[in-house]
């Protein structure tokens, strides 16, 4: 006896509609990268400054790595700041692998991934600390990582408080703040990649929070990163209660052009599940927790990854797509860390064979 199983209709099935063969996908990946382009207002995008001007602000020891707190430019006239840790160790043939990590919405969260405290006092900033110091983490195994601070936090923080948006959209009102987000990001790729000690062919990049969603946008924007770990990028906008979210009137306004789209009901013209095939067949592991937010918004973010699967599948790269959903909340916890970690050993040390053995230095702690 045979038997049929139901079949599962999603909020995503547009993304394989008419697709049945890699030469199918790839046509409508130029098709959606447009889009995704599109939706960043990426048009509106300066070019980037031809010199950099990096300066190494100051160096010091950070038990077992080394950090340097440097400065660029990444318009002509203004600069970012960024943390760089390399090892003290012996540099691999062909160059230490390195990763990009991206904070959430804490004013000095680049420091806050490398375990450092605040250069001045913040409230807010040991709130949910454990776990954060995701380059601290890897710089200890063996990645040159970079960790650049937000364009409206840190060294840039606006007179109106840390990620306030207003000061950029008067200086840019044809843009996007995430538009922004990724230019800056991708110049940091740059300066990463020009390191003499980091290999530019394995670059990866993490984060939480909005530094999740900057990872899941940067692979999708960036074809140099490699591999992708994402945590906690929040919901889509297509199955989201409230959408508004990504285009409100104050504070971080992620895309204002959207208002107007989410008032009046219809879809965005590039969602989350477009955004993430646009990493494949790139690693990609997301972690998210089913009681972030609204429950069924993370239900549905777990069928859009069955989704995305499936073209993973398609172009015979199954084994480079994950997801792991938990119970802890919008915050990193331990599993998430070990899986970041052996995620990103897999990918960008190992060439995608699997780990053998148990690894103790995966253990929090380790």
């Not at 538009?179 to 800056?184: R, T």
């Not at 989704?307 to 199954?318: D, F, P, T």
């Not at 938990?326 to 960008?348: I, V």
Request: net charge positive; glycine share 10%; charged share 25%.
């Amino acid at each position: 006896m045979k038997w049929k199983t139901t079949p599962i209709k999603t909020s995503w099935d547009d993304l394989l509609r008419g697709v049945r063969s890699p030469a199918d996908w790839e046509k409508k990946r130029k098709v959606v990268k447009k889009r995704f382009l599109e939706l960043l207002r990426d048009e509106a995008a300066p070019r980037p400054p031809r010199d950099r001007k990096l300066k190494v602000e100051r160096e010091w020891e950070g038990g077992g790595f080394r950090i340097r707190y440097i400065s660029y430019q990444v318009e002509e006239d203004e600069r970012a700041h960024a943390y760089v840790a390399v090892p003290d160790a012996p540099v691999p043939k062909g160059g230490f692998p390195a990763v990009i990590c991206l904070h959430g919405t804490t004013n000095w969260g680049a420091r806050r991934t490398l375990g450092l405290p605040p250069e001045h006092g913040d409230p807010d900033y040991n709130k949910g600390m454990f776990g954060m110091d995701s380059a601290r983490q890897l710089v200890r195994r063996g990645y040159v990582t970079i960790s650049p601070e937000h364009f409206c936090a840190g060294k840039r923080l606006p007179a109106e408080g840390r990620f306030e948006t207003a000061p950029f959209y008067r200086r840019h009102p044809g843009w996007s703040a995430v538009g922004k987000y990724m230019y800056d990001s991708r110049i940091a790729c740059s300066v990463l990649a020009a390191h003499p000690e980091v290999n530019p062919r394995r670059i990866g990049v993490t984060g939480h929070s909005l530094g999740g969603q900057g990872s899941i946008w940067l692979t999708a924007y960036d074809d140099r990163i490699r591999c992708s770990v994402p945590s906690c990028a929040a919901s889509t906008f297509r199955e989201n209660p409230e959408p508004l979210h990504w285009s409100r009137d104050r504070w971080y306004i992620y895309f204002p052009q959207l208002r107007k789209d989410f008032l009046a009901g219809r879809k965005v013209q590039c969602d989350f599940h477009e955004m993430m095939a646009l990493i494949a067949p790139r690693p990609l592991l997301e972690f998210f927790a089913l009681n972030d937010g609204y429950p069924s918004s993370q239900q549905h973010r777990a069928m859009l990854h069955l989704k995305v699967h499936e073209l993973y599948r398609l172009l015979g790269a199954e084994q480079a797509h994950a997801f792991l959903v938990f119970g802890d909340g919008h915050s990193f916890p331990d599993l998430s860390r070990a899986c970041m970690l052996s995620w990103m050993d897999r990918w960008l040390k190992h060439g995608g064979a699997p780990l053998g053995g148990w690894d103790s230095s995966l253990t929090p702690g380790g």
